[in-house]
């Protein structure tokens, strides 16, 4: 005995699936029938059941509309009634989006960002002379401190302008003669700035312990004056 299988697989795509199959299938036998007036009554029928399925709280003239619409999709814009509402087709073609490329944004120092080779390599494409050895000096500093401040440890020029040469290509280095910072100076700096941090976040804690401390006094207060002003009653004098 061969049994029929009918697999999803082999039925065709639903325009609409929020509706689901069955909703589908109404239509296209409402499609098939050749009496307008009775398919227009059929058409009102599959209305109410699309309705069942996607229910709303505010069935207005915009829903309704939406519905007859939705019914005109399914159909395949082949269902002729009578509609309560203008029914229009709708661009079904999918335009196609060209996928956007990745970006290069290969980094070769993470410590020091690709803005800062972005700048080294602007710097690269001015002319030598007094203008582009300032600019590099400038950088290179900046780049001494992010180092320490990504690292946590010194670092010598000698490396830095190892790393200028290795983003630039060799087209730039740091000009002879230049001291850059000292790493003293900053880890000075990041020490400080941590210690002002912890100093900032520990005044904050003992002013909310203070305040808590004051609510608690001033109830206090108040209610030892309450004991003190009953302790204070004019006593009856005695006969």
């Known amino acids: 005995m061969d049994i029929e299988r009918d697999y999803n697989t082999s039925r065709p795509d639903m325009r609409i699936r929020e509706y689901g199959r069955n909703v589908q299938n109404l239509v296209e036998y409402a499609i098939s029938i050749e009496d307008k007036n009775k398919r227009t009554k059929l058409a009102y029928i599959i209305i109410s059941v699309m309705q069942q399925v996607n229910p709303t709280d505010n069935a207005n003239d915009e829903y309704y509309k939406k519905l007859w619409n939705h019914l005109y999709i399914i159909s395949n814009y082949e269902l002729e009634v009578d509609y309560p509402f203008e029914v229009s087709k709708h661009d079904d073609e999918k335009k196609s989006i060209d996928p956007i490329a990745y970006s290069n944004n290969i980094i070769k120092y993470r410590f020091y960002g690709k803005n800062t080779e972005l700048l080294l390599n602007n710097i690269a494409d001015q002319e030598p002379g007094e203008s582009r050895d ?89 209610y030892q004056k309450g004991r003190s002003s009953g302790s204070n009653r004019p006593s009856k004098s005695r006969r």
Do not use: F
Request: no cysteine; aromatic share 4%; net charge positive.
């Open 134 to 222: 300032a600019l590099v000096t400038i950088l290179a500093n900046q780049m001494k401190e992010m180092y320490i401040t990504w690292n946590k440890n010194i670092v010598s020029d000698e490396l830095i302008d190892t790393h200028i040469r290795r983003i630039t290509n060799d087209v730039l280095s740091l000009p002879e003669g230049v001291e850059l910072i000292s790493a003293n100076v900053v880890l000075k700096k990041l020490n400080s700035s941590l210690a002002s941090k912890k100093s900032t976040s520990k005044s904050k804690g003992k002013s909310s312990q203070r305040g808590a401390g004051s609510k608690s006094y001033g109830a206090k207060k108040s």
